[in-house]
């Protein structure tokens, strides 16, 4: 069974940073795009930004020029560098990653992790 799971999550002042990193493990198959996707209270799931198995990243235009999305494919792990933290950053991020085969495309979500951007 594939797990997905979040860390790095905490409070912070707005202009800080956090980073977070999300590990996922037990997939017999290749993982490819993982994404970071966040939920505020009272608003739908987004997207932050997402990367594929070569590297190749994709940011929400909130995320553009404050947050790096990167991977590790050895340790299956990756991770959301964010800086310049604004209130409106606050909410519970979630990791999302697709695995599978060249035909078949599986996903998995972890738990979450809260992020509270306040002074």
């Known amino acids: 069974q594939v797990q997905v799971v979040e860390s790095g999550g905490g409070s912070v002042q707005p202009g800080g940073s956090l980073g977070l990193s999300c590990a996922a493990s037990?997939?017999?198959?290749?993982?490819?795009?993982m994404g970071w996707y966040r939920q505020a209270p009272g608003k739908q799931r987004e997207l932050v930004a997402s990367i594929t198995s070569g590297g190749s990243a994709n940011y929400a235009d909130s995320a553009k020029g404050r947050f790096t999305i990167s991977r590790d494919n050895a340790k299956n792990t990756f991770y959301l560098q964010m800086n310049s933290l604004k209130p409106e950053d606050t909410a519970i991020y979630y990791c999302?990653?697709?695995?599978?085969?060249?035909?078949?495309?599986?996903?998995?979500w972890g738990r979450g992790t809260q992020v509270t951007v306040s002074s």
């Open positions: 037990g997939s017999r198959f290749s993982f490819k795009v």
């Open positions: 999302k990653v697709n695995f599978g085969t060249a035909t078949i495309t599986y996903e998995n």
